[in-house]
């Protein structure tokens, strides 16, 4: 393990959260100005066997999968190939259907193609054939007038980009992501994980509750089984990632958080048919089964190691994935404020997270994006960070935990 000296508070941080058993296993790293300045990882990566959680243990990261898929879109728009305010349909004629014609590509990217959640249950037999997934999509009609609003699309923003990326290349993000991105750069970063790394990867556990967890706002079976092993209560939905923000002035946040607690009890709510279609639960072990490691998913459905995940962001604000031009513009906030489907404020540039209630940075040029159960990716072009947490205890409460919101905060405090 490796902690510059600059940075021993993020490393008590991390050893406390050992000390306090709120952690498993886990990994963080920080990049400072191109330099890895933090690679601290501890604990075990299978409670089963309590195999030892290594430096080049790899976990599942969940929604931190949607910033490398949008990277992987806008490589394509930089080449020309995709026009983010063209429609959808121009490359994908099917979609047009059900009055969909007018959808754009950056409808998709910013979660506002009103698509959250697929209609019909998807079989387990097309967990790995995307393609059949994405025609479910485009046959639906959206859920509200595409740009008048958004919603998170936790598991559907995969498939409808990933479909837009097949059809334009011919590949899929995974492949895309492995030849353009995590190939070149050497990351240990994998959007559909092959067998070798599948068999090294921490597998994912329920997690008890600690003071991190609020206590009325735990997950529905849908969502709770989707994610890890059966247990009582379930990780926060994926992607939403951190708590809540105070209101100020005792403005909004109760009530939301009290229609947020209800719609994750109401297994009809849009936030748990946006989170539990695909069913990840169907398959044994949840999202520790190798159909789903494997399959891919663009919108979760990478395995990665906490240095994999900070080298990525590293070289996403170095300019080596995409144009500084085009990161900016990529980091644009195209939408802000009530989320349809998580009721918690969200806010989103070309597929990345900005600061918000669900994404709690401390820096307003932060940019990232976090995954169920607490991992978390995160990129400050105005700091020079570069910031990778991943862990196998996941989280409990529906908005997530403070795990890395404190490991996040010490990295700041130590600059």
């Not at 290349?169 to 995974?174: A, M, P, R, Y």
């Not at 806010?347 to 307003?364: A, D, E, N, Q, Y």
Request: glycine fraction near 12%; charged fraction near 20%; hydrophobic fraction near 45%.
């Amino acid at each position: 393990m490796h902690c510059d000296p600059r940075f021993s508070r993020v490393r008590e941080v991390f050893e406390r959260h050992f000390a306090d058993g709120e952690e498993l296993g886990a990994a963080f790293a920080v990049h400072l100005d191109g330099e890895l300045v933090v690679d601290l990882w501890d604990g075990v990566a299978d409670r089963h066997t309590g195999r030892p959680w290594e430096r080049d243990t790899p976990a599942f990261a969940y929604s931190c999968t949607k910033a490398v898929t949008a990277a992987v879109l806008l490589q394509l728009v930089e080449r020309g190939q995709v026009d983010v305010t063209a429609p959808v349909a121009e490359v994908w004629p099917e979609f047009a259907a059900a009055g969909k014609g007018a959808v754009t590509v950056e409808h998709l990217l910013s979660h506002q193609a009103g698509l959250p959640a697929l209609e019909e249950p998807v079989p387990v037999e097309e967990f790995e054939d995307q393609p059949a997934i994405a025609a479910r999509l485009a046959g639906q009609a959206p859920l509200w007038e595409p740009g008048s609003a958004h919603g998170y699309h936790a598991l559907t923003y995969g498939f409808l980009v990933g479909e837009v990326v097949r059809r334009v290349t011919g590949k899929s993000v995974g492949e895309l992501a492995s030849a353009e991105i995590a190939g070149p750069l050497g990351l240990e970063l994998w959007v559909g994980a092959p067998d070798p790394v599948i068999e090294r990867a921490a597998r994912l556990t329920a997690g008890e509750r600690t003071r991190d967890d609020r206590p009325a706002a735990t997950a529905t079976p849908t969502a709770v089984t989707a994610v890890t092993e059966p247990a009582p209560s379930g990780p926060e939905p994926a992607g939403a990632g951190g708590e809540a923000a105070p209101a100020a002035g005792g403005g909004r946040a109760p009530n939301v958080l009290e229609e947020m607690a209800r719609a994750a009890l109401d297994p009809g709510s849009l936030m748990n048919r946006a989170l539990g279609n695909p069913a990840i639960n169907l398959l044994k072990g949840g999202a520790n089964n190798p159909v789903i490691l494997r399959a891919g998913w663009p919108a979760a459905g990478m395995v990665t190691t906490a240095r994999g995940l900070a080298g990525f962001y590293r070289a996403l604000i170095a300019g080596e994935i995409l144009r500084p031009e085009t990161l900016r513009e990529a980091l644009r906030p195209r939408v802000n404020g009530p989320d349809r489907v998580l009721h918690l404020d969200t806010s989103f540039g070309l597929g990345f997270m900005r600061p918000s209630g669900t994404f709690l940075v401390p820096s307003p040029s932060a940019f990232g994006h976090s995954g169920a159960g607490g991992s978390i990716g995160v990129g400050d072009p105005g700091r020079g960070l570069a910031v990778g947490y991943v862990m196998n205890r996941m989280a409990n409460a529906i908005s997530g935990n403070l795990r890395g919101m404190r490991l996040l905060q010490a990295v700041y405090d130590s600059l």
